[in-house]
């Protein structure tokens, strides 16, 4: 029997969502109900200083407010990242008894952005980590100090390739382009790369889209969910969404792109046909539901080049 297709929504409670994530999640939206396929919604969570209630609320109402739905996941607990640590502490145990991971006494600085979701532009790994090559002398010297490790994953040092179904094919040395990232913080905090690794597996995702800002982290996510014994998905990355030429991708910090203040200024109609004409779904900005975008949708209509707002969104 033909398997179904399972993609994912998987949004950050730490802000607002905004146009960029919007978009983002529209194109999972169409892709996987476009092939029959269900839909989860999981929060990833695991960063208890950012992620706040009244977000996670919003995050919910914003979707359901655009047309979007799921299948499972949110509101049940259990698809949330802070409540699933022992399955990432099973994972890490395994990786732990084949020598993938090591202690990392780097700053504090360097260890948080390692350990959150990279940027485009932003070396968030160091391929030289000094924590690597510490002798047994030294590492006990640095325990006894009293000071907690990060721990890393040991980046495989050969070429990782993987072929996007939108960008293409990816190839990368992950230990000696990207290095060795964190998949538990000194607090005890497991990290963005083994979470989301495991739980593509567990929860059986057969299809991640999402921002193009993630495709470095693609190779990696399928050679781990892979080391952990599990078949990886497919990926497919969209453009990003930028404050104009030149800048970088929209940021939670930009308020008035942020869905509170749109869904104040615009129909949802109207914002789901902009969001379509700006990635190339239509030829104009005439609103639109989610479903009838579905009738046609394919990603070779979609831009493979980042997009400039421009302009505000407009009442419909």
């Not at 014994?229 to 969404?241: I, K, V």
């Amino acid at each position: 029997m033909e398997q179904v297709p399972v993609g994912r929504f998987a949004p950050s409670p730490s802000g607002y969502l905004h146009m960029g994530n919007l978009l983002a999640m529209l194109l999972a939206w169409l892709d996987i109900r476009s092939r029959g396929g269900r839909l989860i919604f999981r929060l990833e969570d695991l960063d208890p200083a950012r992620s706040k209630p009244a977000y996670i609320r919003a995050l919910a109402e914003d979707l359901r407010w655009l047309g979007l739905d799921w299948d499972e996941g949110w509101p049940d607990p259990a698809y949330a990242q802070s409540r699933r640590t022992e399955l990432y502490a099973e994972a890490f145990a395994r990786l732990e008894e084949q020598g993938l991971v090591y202690p990392c006494w780097c700053s504090r600085a360097q260890r948080l952005a390692a350990a959150s979701a990279p940027a485009p532009g932003e070396p968030a790994h160091d391929p030289a980590c000094p924590c690597a090559r510490l002798s047994r002398k030294e590492r006990q010297a640095l325990e006894a100090a009293g000071r907690r490790p990060a721990w890393k994953l040991r980046a495989p040092d050969r070429v990782l390739s993987l072929t996007d179904e939108h960008y293409g094919l990816l190839c990368q040395n992950q230990a000696r382009e990207l290095g060795d990232c964190i998949v538990r913080r000194a607090d005890g905090v497991y990290a963005y790369q083994l979470a989301v690794s495991v739980d593509d597996l567990d929860m059986g995702v057969t299809r991640v889209v999402r921002g193009r800002d993630l495709l470095n982290s693609a190779p990696l996510q399928s050679w781990l969910i892979r080391t952990l014994g599990g078949t990886p998905p497919a990926y497919c990355h969209a453009p990003l969404l930028t404050a104009g030429p030149g800048e970088g991708k929209l940021s939670k910090r930009l308020g008035s792109l942020s869905t509170q203040v749109l869904r104040r200024e615009t129909r949802p109609e109207a914002l789901v046909g902009r969001l379509a004409w700006l990635c190339g779904l239509r030829e104009t900005e005439e609103p639109a539901t989610p479903r009838e975008l579905l009738d046609g949708f394919t990603w070779e209509k979609v831009r493979r080049e980042d997009i400039s707002l421009p302009g505000q969104v407009s009442s419909g």
